[in-house]
């Protein structure tokens, strides 16, 4: 699972039908390095995410399985599965 703030949006009028009525975000890692290899990406957000909001990211085959609850993959590299209210980090060894 990656953190990430949403940045933006992107609007796409011809997609593959299976992403029909789902939002699409721009989101940055707040994990530099980690798990994406990169700093933005797009996630279908599957809870009602904008921008500004901190979030919680699955990545790959999860996150095709997340939007449809069954064995029928969708064309989806990351999927915001979460909503973020706070964070608390321990203090650094």
Do not use: N
Request: charged share 20%; aromatic share 2%.
């Amino acid at each position: 699972m990656i953190l990430g703030r949403v940045i933006g949006t992107v609007v796409s009028t011809r997609k593959d039908e299976r992403l029909t009525g789902f939002k699409l975000l721009v989101v940055e890692t707040l994990q530099p390095g980690k798990k994406t290899g990169v700093e933005e990406f797009v996630a279908v957000d599957t809870v009602g995410a904008g921008v500004g909001e901190t979030v919680l990211v699955v990545m790959g085959s999860p996150a095709s399985r997340i939007m449809t609850g069954a064995d029928v993959l969708v064309p989806v590299d990351a999927a915001i599965v979460g909503i973020v209210d706070t964070v608390e980090l321990a203090g650094s060894r």
